[in-house]
């Protein structure tokens, strides 16, 4: 069965903060997909990234920086110096190398981020 | 130019109803989606469509039947609808080998 769990349900931070969510997922599959979604609270899903689970490289992007690690089954999201546009619901997903790109949603992770 | 977009916005209907939302993509995937989030925010696949075939349903009630005129389009009708019905609707689209699924805007939907 594959699963994705995210245990924070919410985090809140002040501004500029560093913030790591945190994202564990199981499968099953040698060959898997990750990814993480932003919605913030207008509503509409915004895609962030794409990992492969055969490439473990950690990914930078401006203040965003996400760690993959296959031994812990982990692939956190990490926002530096955070700032009130980031406050939104983060969903980290799994999709297996067969079928036809069935994502497996987390939970989501609250993120408020105050002035 | 919207890539995946939804219409209506917003439903508000009554007990028993019957309503639909309808979906467009233009970015040329194959596969295209439904998504239902509830008010904890949880998503959760409902069907998908590859080139105007079903290959997921999850255990939906068959009071929900999508229907894909062509690989574009993925529209989504609801009979008798109930009070438990009232989520957010996501359609999405996406190539199968790529990944990554684009969403539309969502339906909002509310069972009075």
């Known amino acids: 069965a594959q699963k994705v769990t995210q245990a924070q349900t919410e985090i809140s931070v002040v501004e500029k903060e560093d913030v790591t969510l945190d994202c564990v997922y199981e499968t099953r599959d040698t060959t898997y997909y990750l990814f993480w979604y932003k919605q913030p609270p207008s509503g509409e899903l915004v895609f962030l990234i794409r990992?492969?689970?055969?490439?473990?490289q950690n990914e930078i992007s401006g203040r965003y920086s996400w760690n993959f690690q296959k031994s812990t089954s982990s692939f956190n999201f990490t926002i530096t110096a955070s700032q009130v546009v980031d406050s939104a619901v983060y969903f980290c997903?799994?999709?297996?190398?067969?079928?036809?790109?069935?994502?497996?949603f987390g939970a989501g992770t609250r993120l408020a981020v105050h002035p | 130019d919207t890539a995946v977009s939804q219409t209506p916005k917003y439903l508000v209907t009554q007990m028993g109803n019957d309503k639909s939302i309808k979906c467009e993509q233009n970015l040329g995937h194959d596969t295209m989606y439904w998504y239902k989030q509830d008010s904890k925010k949880f998503l959760k696949i409902m069907f998908s469509?590859?080139?105007?075939?079903?290959?997921i349903n999850e255990t939906v009630p068959n009071r929900f039947s999508p229907k894909s005129p062509d690989k574009a389009h993925l529209n989504l009708h609801i009979n008798s609808l109930e009070l438990g019905d009232s989520a957010v609707y996501f359609c999405?689209?996406?190539?199968?080998?790529?990944?990554?699924?684009?969403f539309g805007e969502g339906s909002r939907l509310t069972v009075l």
């Open positions: 999405a689209s996406s190539q199968v080998r790529i990944g990554e699924l684009f």
């Open positions: 990992r492969n689970s055969f490439d473990e």
């Open positions: 997903a799994l999709k297996s190398s067969g079928g036809y790109n069935k994502l497996i």
């Open positions: 469509y590859n080139n105007k075939e079903l290959i």
